[in-house]
């Protein structure tokens, strides 16, 4: 699943992808479905490469001595690699995904040599990094997210807005009713570049 920011009438939350460390708590506490979030939250998402790596690595890193028994090496990986992309790497960094049937994580990235060694220097030992391009950093997609889910009513009469959230493999996702309203209008207001405009269905909180 891709985190979105999740727009509807009656319930409005944010879920931006961004790194790991909320995807281990989810995994923690058991919440790993794809339902509306109760609240404001980041996390990696669950997902296959969606088109082959450019390159890949297989990590070398061994465990800590003191490492959680309860922690998988994918998971500290997840970690290491979440810290790299808020750190001094945000630059180049776009988004990650996690294939926990592969023992592996997808990165998308603005290509850098820099990177690519720190990201596969964390890696712990058989844990694989699938490395893909974009031409985009994360920062530029949440500001373009943020900017386009300032006013979900502001289409009102022309189309719904049900979805707005960055998509790690570089892109916004912008979810509405009627896709063939709707698209030449986004791209008009925000430009074509880094939009994906989809239909999507109504969400509804769950009652009871």
Request: aromatic share 6%.
């Amino acid at each position: 699943m891709t985190n979105r920011r999740w727009i509807a009438a009656a319930v409005a939350t944010a879920g931006v992808v961004v790194g790991a460390a909320l995807y281990i708590d989810r995994l923690e506490t058991g919440h790993t479905d794809g339902g509306l979030l109760d609240a404001p939250r980041e996390s990696a998402s669950v997902r296959k490469a969606s088109a082959p790596a450019e390159d890949r690595c297989v990590g070398t890193v061994p465990a800590p001595p003191d490492a959680d028994p309860e922690e998988t090496p994918l998971e500290r990986t997840l970690v290491r690699l979440d810290k790299l992309a808020a750190g001094k790497h945000s630059a180049v960094y776009t988004g990650m995904g996690v294939d926990e049937d592969k023992n592996a994580a997808d990165i998308w990235r603005i290509p850098s040599d820099a990177f690519d060694k720190a990201a596969c220097d964390a890696a712990e030992k058989g844990v694989t990094l699938r490395l893909h391009s974009t031409d985009v950093d994360r920062r530029t997609l949440d500001a373009l997210a943020d900017r386009i889910s300032e006013d979900m009513y502001r289409w009102d009469g022309t189309f719904q807005l049900r979805e707005v959230g960055v998509d790690e493999r570089g892109f916004v996702h912008v979810g509405v009713d009627d896709p063939k309203k709707a698209e030449p209008l986004v791209e008009k207001e925000f430009g074509p570049r880094y939009i994906k405009v989809e239909h999507v269905e109504q969400a509804h909180a769950d009652v009871g």
